[in-house]
């Protein structure tokens, strides 16, 4: 089976530009996740997904931040205008259904660089 | 809130030498705990858990016990390969949020 697949895998853009990041999670999974990955914070969770209706987007930083899942095998997520200080590793994951031991399965990230 | 604090990094050891990696949790009730493990260029995958006080996790060699009278879950392996070498992140589940350490990296010479 595939895993949690994340486009772009690098992306460098200048400042003010609009990013768009998106996330195919694994077929019949129900929870989806944003985690954003810097040096200074280590690991943030940005926003959650179950059956493509956002639960919790408390960790998203602004209104500059926005995320979206239209069905059950994708997701985006958008920075418009984009700032240098946006620049992370950006990882989605995903969940199984019922009520497990909490396993994530992440992507391999989207590199951002906001020049 | 809920939160995970684990030793700082960059840990290096040589090859065959013990590792621990110390990870404490400041939580309301028994979450379940867990280990992942971060590859270079790759995202996170678990590497062990455990659900419950006393329960050991374990996996590839590593291994790692709730204590939940120390409010801890370090990891530990007895003898460490170049292979071992990654970011490690120490992790609680609640509800249906994980929350992530900010990880230690590892670096073992051969």
């Known amino acids: 089976d595939a895993g949690v697949i994340q486009s772009p895998r690098h992306e460098v853009t200048e400042m003010g530009q609009e990013v768009t990041l998106r996330c195919k999670p694994i077929?019949?999974?129900?929870?989806l996740f944003w985690y954003r990955q810097t040096m200074m914070r280590g690991l943030e969770l940005l926003i959650y997904f179950n059956n493509n209706v956002p639960i919790d987007d408390s960790g998203m930083p602004e209104d500059r931040f926005s995320a979206k899942m239209p069905n059950a095998s994708f997701s985006t997520l958008k920075i418009q205008p984009s700032e240098p200080r946006d620049s992370a590793v950006y990882f989605c994951a995903s969940r199984g259904p019922g009520r497990n031991t909490g396993e994530l399965f992440f992507g391999e990230g989207s590199r951002l660089t906001v020049l | 809130g809920d939160s995970v604090t684990q030793m700082e990094g960059p840990v290096t050891l040589s090859e065959e030498a013990f590792l621990t990696i110390n990870c404490t949790y400041t939580a309301t009730g028994y979450p379940s705990l867990f280990w992942y493990v971060q590859y270079p260029g790759e995202g996170l995958q678990l590497l062990l858990k455990a659900t419950k006080a006393d329960d050991k996790g374990s996996n590839k060699g590593f291994e790692a016990t709730y204590r939940k009278e120390t409010t801890s879950f370090h990891l530990e392996k007895g003898s460490v390969q170049v292979s071992d070498s990654a970011v490690y992140f120490c992790a609680l589940r609640r509800d249906d949020k994980i929350i992530f350490g900010k990880g230690t990296r590892l670096h073992i010479l051969p």
């Open positions: 077929s019949g999974h129900d929870y």
